[in-house]
């Protein structure tokens, strides 16, 4: 059986946006009367037919979200939980989580599993090992809206996400500004494109503020796992690596660089000061106390679920996505000179 054609079939075919062909094939007067042609057209020469699926289950409702998490115990994801619950629970929905563990496997069992119960839509953070989308596009396809949050991912959907760029430069910055010049970076896994941006911040700042920078500075620390921090901490000290700050791309690699610091009876932040990510309960219990990024992840919670409740009352089988970037904030305390 020949597989219907669809919207983004279309705008693949023309090279244009699947928001624009919706639009034209509704003759909206936003898009010129030589598109609007192209478009009808093409979809008169492959006989496309409106989603009928989608129409049925975009007006059956069952008051239901799905939302699918890397991890439960991570305490940003609790406070993204928390504003999902404020939002949906006063507009009358319940909600089903799904934790997929970083699996792309369990990632994909997730998806099903929400589309099996009905759920009127989906909010995602995906996990570190995915990179494929398939399953996404699917649920899409079947009249499901999908709202992305924290972690960006190449599809046509509508996203929540921090400024991490923003977040790891103002981090680099403050250490900069606070006498410190020889830094190390704890990055995260590669391809996870949250981690990328707070690297690439941590590079424009020493470009900006003219200090000289060290590719073999940027240290790969794949989980968030403090061991793992503070034997890559421990090594770079046994080869002689000289430094005198570390940028962290979360607070538990922060706490295992500072683990290691303390095991080698060097002073924090006097001789080697420290900067997280995240802003974990911990950060203000330990000692010194750590400096981090807050990321406001209720408020990225609550923007998620409000968009996702627009889209699912949409009347529109196509909805334009959008985009929306959280800014972050620096919290200074005692791993950092605070100047």
């Known amino acids: 059986m020949k597989q219907a054609v669809t919207l983004k079939d279309l705008a693949r075919e023309l090279n ?21 042609a192209r478009v009808q057209k093409l979809a008169k020469e492959l006989n496309y037919e409106p989603n009928a699926l989608a129409l049925s ?8 979200i799905g939302v699918i998490l890397p991890e439960l115990v991570h305490f940003f994801f609790s406070t993204v939980i928390s504003g999902i619950e404020d939002i949906a629970y006063s507009s009358g929905y319940n909600i089903i989580i799904c934790q997929s563990n970083e699996s792309i496997d369990r990632e994909i069992l997730d998806t099903k599993a929400l589309f099996n119960h009905r759920v009127d839509g989906i909010l995602a953070c995906v996990s570190r090992n995915t990179s494929v989308y398939d399953h996404f596009i699917a649920i899409q396809d079947k009249g499901i809206p999908i709202v992305f ?8 959907a509508s996203k929540i996400l921090s400024n991490d760029f923003e977040g790891g430069y103002n981090a680099t910055k403050h250490l900069i500004e606070s006498g410190k010049t020889n830094l190390i970076h704890l990055s995260g896994p590669e391809g996870l494109m949250l981690s990328e941006q707070r690297t690439r911040g941590f ?7 003219g200090i000289p920078f060290n590719k073999e500075k940027i240290l790969r620390c794949g989980d968030e796992d403090a061991q793992e921090n503070f034997k890559i901490i421990q090594n770079a000290l046994q080869k002689g690596m000289k430094f ?20 080698a009876q060097i002073s924090v932040p006097q001789e080697v000061a420290i900067i997280g990510y995240s802003d974990w309960q911990f950060s203000s219990f330990i000692s010194p106390t750590l400096t981090t990024i807050r990321q406001n992840g209720n408020e990225m919670g609550r923007k998620a679920a409000e968009l996702l409740l627009e889209e699912i009352h949409s009347k529109d089988t196509f909805i334009e996505p959008k985009s929306i970037t959280l800014p972050t904030e620096i919290i200074l305390r005692g791993t950092t000179l605070n100047k």
């Open 203 to 209: 590079v424009q700042a020493h470009q900006d503020l």
């Open 149 to 156: 949050f924290d972690r960006d991912v190449p599809i046509d």
């Open 244 to 263: 005198d700050g570390i940028f962290a791309v979360n607070d538990i690699a922060a706490v295992g660089a500072l683990q290691a610091l303390q095991a």
């Open 57 to 64: 289950l975009r007006h059956s409702k069952t008051n239901t």
């Open 16 to 36: 244009i946006a699947t928001s624009t062909v919706s639009r034209a094939l509704k003759d909206s007067p936003e898009i010129s009367a030589v598109t609007r």
